[in-house]
């Protein structure tokens, strides 16, 4: 087999799989945006600390967190250095999906885990296609995987 074979068959390789994951992550974040259109909204930091303590009763999560409201967007759930975890909502984005989807993060460890890597391209990939579509599954089906 020559350079040039093998050449186009890699550069073929990598456009379908360019392809296949982006059609994945649309896939996933089209489910998502779907699920959140159709939540309850959250206005204030007194509507997201009922939800947050309901969803993570439904959950059966028991690391604890604080909640905070933005009014500007925000839709994370990371580990502070005391070892606690926040969940961070707010903007267009202030919906009880995008709290069951961060209080699921939590849980399963995805915040811990992208602490214990130090490679950040690693990282996003454990978080695109492994950590991320586990979160949606709960977000949208509450399947917990």
Not at 21 to 46: C, D, H, K, P, V
């Amino acid at each position: 087999m020559d350079p040039n074979e093998i050449f186009e068959y890699v550069t073929e390789g990598m456009k379908w799989l360019a392809i296949g994951g982006g059609t994945y992550l649309s896939a996933m974040g089209g489910l998502s945006a779907i699920e959140r259109l159709f939540s309850e909204r959250i206005n204030s930091q007194e509507d997201l600390d009922r939800i947050a303590g309901e969803e993570a009763k439904k959950l059966g999560m028991n690391k604890p967190f604080n909640a905070k409201f933005h009014s500007s967007f925000a839709g994370s759930a990371p580990k502070l250095e005391d070892g606690t975890y926040e969940i961070n909502i707010g903007g267009f984005a202030a919906r009880r999906s995008l709290v069951r989807h961060e209080l699921y993060h939590i849980h399963r460890g995805h915040s811990d885990a992208l602490k214990d890597r130090q490679n950040d391209f690693i990282n996003t990939l454990d978080f695109l296609f492994r950590c991320e579509p586990q979160a949606i599954a709960y977000q949208v089906f509450r399947l917990k995987l």
